[in-house]
């Protein structure tokens, strides 16, 4: 099993969402997060007093998925997030170790 983690424009979220729904990728968290540094679009951002830096809302997108649903997850994020313009997002996958569900106890990829 793998974790995809992406983070993406805002204004991205809803058609990367419905086209990961079109591959049966259903079982996503959506998260609002801020992105502060280099990376950021300077037209969109916004300023903080309590940070004292700029930064730009993004949204975090993760999901756990087979190891063998990767690649295609990853080529839909990226072509549905992709505007051509500095600060498109960038997307992460790692191991997943174990899994467990809780209300059903079961154990792995049993439930994804």
């Known amino acids: 099993m793998k974790l995809i983690k992406a983070y ?4 991205m979220v809803d058609e990367v969402i419905h086209a990961l729904e ?3 990728i259903t079982r996503i968290s959506v998260i609002d997060v801020r992105e502060m540094g280099r990376s950021i679009d300077r037209h969109h ?3 903080s007093m309590e940070y004292a ?3 730009t809302p993004v949204v975090k997108i993760e999901m756990v ?3 063998e649903e990767v690649d295609k997850i990853v080529k839909v994020v990226k072509e549905n997030a992709h505007t051509g313009r ?3 997002g ?5 191991p997943v170790e174990e899994a467990f569900h809780i209300r059903t106890g079961k154990k792995g990829k049993k439930f994804l």
């Open 22 to 24: 079109k591959i049966d």
């Open 53 to 55: 830096t700029t930064y």
């Open 90 to 94: 960038i997307i992460f996958v790692s």
């Open 86 to 88: 500095k600060g498109d």
């Open 65 to 67: 998925c087979k190891d």
């Open 8 to 11: 993406i424009r805002i204004l």
């Open 45 to 47: 951002f916004k300023y």
